[in-house]
């Protein structure tokens, strides 16, 4: 006679079902909204981006959540190379970090940082947009940018930071490889908004980190060759 069939596993509990079906749903709701609001951030200005968190500071922190579901997939975080960077140069050098975020650079470093954002998702984010900080002329050593440079009025948020930044200051910018068109016509762009470039470092193919220092202010009349593409995120 054959054996007996083993008994069927018992059937998963309908609350567990139900659980990671829920779990399954908010997932796609999430990245549904993050990819809605990250459009809205690399297609509209700085100001449309400020009206719409200080509309909806909720939206803000979901679209932070997406964005860390996004960085976290990457090998290396950029702002670990900002980190790493400001820990070989003098304590003493005061930053403006413009789209702080979580404030992860503040916290790791001994400098001075002014921590600059549209939500505060920390007690040392001052709220503001990223083309008017309130900061004096030539008040601070080194600005960073750690994939904050969004927005269609590039030219105006970087001058604000030519603006605070002293002579000779350091601006910092790690962005996402893919948004650059030409990375040598974007160079010579910054030089027209007067910074020189002094390290560019392209080995990875998630982002870039550019190191620039200021040679003077703006000059007067667009430039066209700053132009970064919009991030846009598909549908997973």
Request: glycine share 6%; aromatic share 8%.
């Amino acid at each position: 006679p054959e054996p007996p069939s083993p008994p069927e596993a018992p059937p998963e509990p309908r609350s567990g079902r139900s659980a990671a079906l829920r779990a399954r749903m908010e997932e796609r709701l999430l990245g549904a909204q993050f990819r809605y609001l990250n459009q809205q951030l690399y297609t509209g200005s700085s100001r449309d981006a400020a009206r719409l968190f200080r509309a909806d500071p909720a939206a803000f922190h979901l679209y932070h959540r997406g964005f860390e579901r996004q960085v976290r997939r990457w090998p290396e975080r950029p702002v670990q190379r900002i980190v790493r960077y400001l820990r070989r140069r003098p304590a003493s050098l005061v930053v403006a970090d413009f789209g702080c975020g979580d404030c992860t650079l503040a916290a790791s470093v001994r400098n001075q940082v002014h921590c600059f954002d549209l939500v505060p998702l920390s007690p040392r984010v001052t709220v503001c947009d990223m083309a008017e900080v309130p900061l004096a002329d030539e008040s601070v050593d080194v600005a960073v940018f750690c994939l904050a440079l969004m927005g269609t009025n590039l030219q105006e948020i970087l001058g604000e930071a030519n603006r605070v930044l002293k002579l000779g200051g350091t601006l910092m910018v790690a962005e996402v490889a893919s948004r650059f068109e030409d990375i040598r016509t974007f160079l010579k762009a910054m030089a027209q908004l007067g910074f020189r470039t002094v390290s560019k470092d392209l080995s990875s193919s998630y982002f870039y980190v550019l190191e620039f220092a200021k040679t003077g202010p703006c000059r007067t009349g667009p430039a066209p060759g700053l132009r970064l593409r919009p991030c846009l995120y598909k549908r997973r």
